[in-house]
């Protein structure tokens, strides 16, 4: 379709019709989100794969916490382990203290829970990009090589693979 097509299309669109409006408001609400969602997931990816290559560091889990997901068109519901984590970095004179967040789906809370409880408290590797100390990275790899979550499930299989969700 081109540009003039796309102009006509709109002229018969009856933009003073209150429920035609909210109904286009809703669709560019949703197909922003989406595509919100994708570049977050695009740049998380990009993190990780680059973080690989980053100095590391001893980090130590802070807190941990559990949050329900939304229920998405009938698939069931996912639950977000998140943790956050302290680090410090050595400069020549100082040493610079930085904290971070990570978080990882699961199907269930009892999981979810489960996993956080093993990093409760726990030192784990950290990657902390050259030059800038403040950006880091926990990668789901590291996580999964010293504190392994039992399979019990073949859905389990799917989330115990780090390819499927780095960060």
Do not use: C
Request: charge should be positive.
């Amino acid at each position: 379709m081109t540009i003039p097509g796309i102009v006509d299309l709109l002229k018969h669109f009856k933009w003073s019709s209150f429920h035609s409006w909210l109904s286009l408001h809703n669709l560019v609400a949703l197909v922003a989100g989406s595509l919100a969602g994708l570049w977050r997931q695009q740049i998380k990816r990009r993190r990780a794969r680059l973080a690989q290559n980053w100095p590391s560091v001893q980090g130590q889990v802070q807190s941990i916490n559990v949050a329900a997901g939304t229920k998405f068109f009938g698939k069931p519901r996912q639950y977000s382990a998140s943790f956050t984590y302290s680090y410090s970095v050595s400069d020549e004179s100082e040493t610079n203290y930085f904290s971070g967040d990570f978080s990882r789906p699961f199907p269930d809370k009892d999981r979810a829970w489960e996993w956080l409880e093993l990093l409760k408290n726990k030192r784990i590797r950290v990657h902390v990009q050259p030059g800038r100390p403040e950006v880091s990275a926990v990668l789901a790899a590291d996580l999964d090589a010293h504190f392994p979550l039992p399979v019990r499930t073949p859905e389990d299989l799917v989330f115990a693979r780090p390819e499927i969700y780095p960060q």
